[in-house]
């Protein structure tokens, strides 16, 4: 199948662009509180969209991609919010690949329902992909514990869910849609927050990288909205799924963290599944 070469470029930096944006939540977030991490990164992501659309006067969209995108808004926050949780917690090797599997699934899961079945390259993909989340998990030997896919894979759920709902959302724009997505994770964190009692002001050593995800994360949603009005929505989600590798570099460079060989042949499948899912 040939899906063009402008979506399948904009589902490549999406990748990038949320990679290191995780890695700059995930280090923030080792700083002070998940909430105030993704609370704060929303905000100035709102800031830089709004002088955008400014900037280039994109056409005013019709009220059903306002709706759309305040859907993948709640989606989006969900999962970051679930995902910057289990990096600090846990090692972001293993939590970024997962969440990144499991939120690819979703979009090539609707698209076989809606269009067609997947071709046997997808099924062996899906394989692929669940051997994957074994090894990357520590599944190899006898001290596999799910509870540790707990949070990746709700996150993963929620991003699957995000890139669906903004694949309908960009279909007119590309800006707008943004700024509803921002509007609703802003506000449903900020409610859900002050309910549960939640600490939301940031740590000043954590306020560089928190803006820098901000960015990254504004960039990665808008080339994933790029890749989704150009292409197929199954195509772009599983691209943008590979975000994982740029996380799990940064890692390794910057915070020197060891990954195994049984977590290093996971990491690889699992790359190797979300590039056959897109063929």
Do not use: C
Request: net charge positive; proline share 5%; hydrophobic share 60%.
């Amino acid at each position: 199948m040939n899906f063009g070469w402008m979506p399948v470029l904009f589902g490549l930096a999406a990748a990038l662009t949320w990679g290191a944006g995780d890695f700059s939540g995930g280090v923030a977030t080792k700083r002070t509180s998940a909430y105030a991490v993704v609370i704060f990164a929303h905000v100035f992501s709102m800031i830089l969209l709004l002088a955008a659309a400014f900037a280039i006067r994109e056409p005013f969209p019709p009220l059903s991609s306002w709706l759309w995108g305040g859907a993948a808004g709640l989606g989006g926050a969900i999962g970051l919010l679930l995902l910057y949780t289990a990096l600090a917690n846990g090692r972001m090797s293993v939590a970024a690949p997962v969440s990144a599997l499991v939120a690819a699934g979703i979009p090539v899961i609707f698209a076989a329902l809606t269009e067609k079945l997947p071709p046997l390259l997808v099924v062996i993909g899906f394989l692929l992909a669940l051997a994957a989340i074994w090894l990357v998990s520590g599944g190899g030997g006898l001290g596999f514990n799910l509870a540790d896919l707990r949070l990746p894979v709700i996150a993963g759920l929620a991003f699957g869910f995000f890139f669906t709902t903004l694949h309908f959302a960009s279909t007119d724009a590309v800006v707008y849609p943004l700024i509803a997505v921002r509007i609703i994770s802003i506000f449903s964190l900020l409610l859900y927050s002050l309910f549960t009692q939640q600490k939301i002001i940031p740590n000043r050593e954590s306020i560089l990288p928190i803006l820098m995800s901000g960015l990254l994360d504004t960039l990665g949603n808008a080339f994933y909205a790029l890749a989704a009005q150009r292409g197929r929505v199954d195509v772009a989600a599983v691209l943008g799924s590979l975000y994982p590798g740029a996380t799990v570099l940064l890692a390794w460079i910057l915070l020197k963290e060891r990954i195994n060989k049984q977590q290093a042949l996971g990491i690889v499948i699992a790359l190797v599944a979300i590039v056959l899912i897109t063929i």
